[in-house]
């Protein structure tokens, strides 16, 4: 199976940029569908991108479309999050999970077999 380790949370402006790493151990993760998803205190978890195992296929909620990039790096066995024009809204933990699903990538938790530990992201406004 796989592990995930999520990386590169911090705290940042409303208007800046981060990058989240997902890094990946035990097996390739172009092997498994991979989501980013966020969960703020007292929310639900929330979906916020996905990329197909392919790398051909990606999914953004409405919320951070035109903001966010999912890619993924083969060579480095890791999937990254790029996040521009951070809104206070954006604060939570982020967490990327991997689906064995044989589809297309998909914004339902449960749907994903593995997940990581999450790191934070807080926006000051």
Known sequence: QVQLVE?????????GSLR??????????SNYNIG???QAPGN???FVAALSRSGAVRTYSDS??????????DAENTVYLQMYRLEPED??????????????????ASRYD????????????
Not at 7 to 15: F, H, I, R
């Open 7 to 15: 990386s590169g949370g911090g705290l940042v402006q409303a208007g």
């Open 64 to 73: 951070v479309k035109g903001r966010f990039a999912i890619s993924r790096s």
């Open 114 to 125: 593995y997940w990581g530990q999450g790191t934070q992201v807080t926006v000051s406004s």
């Open 20 to 29: 989240l790493s997902c890094a990946a151990s035990g097996r390739t993760v």
């Open 36 to 38: 980013w998803f966020r």
């Open 44 to 46: 639900e978890r929330e």
């Open 91 to 108: 604060a939570a933990v982020y967490f990327c999970a991997a689906g064995s699903d044989v589809g297309l990538p998909t914004q339902y």
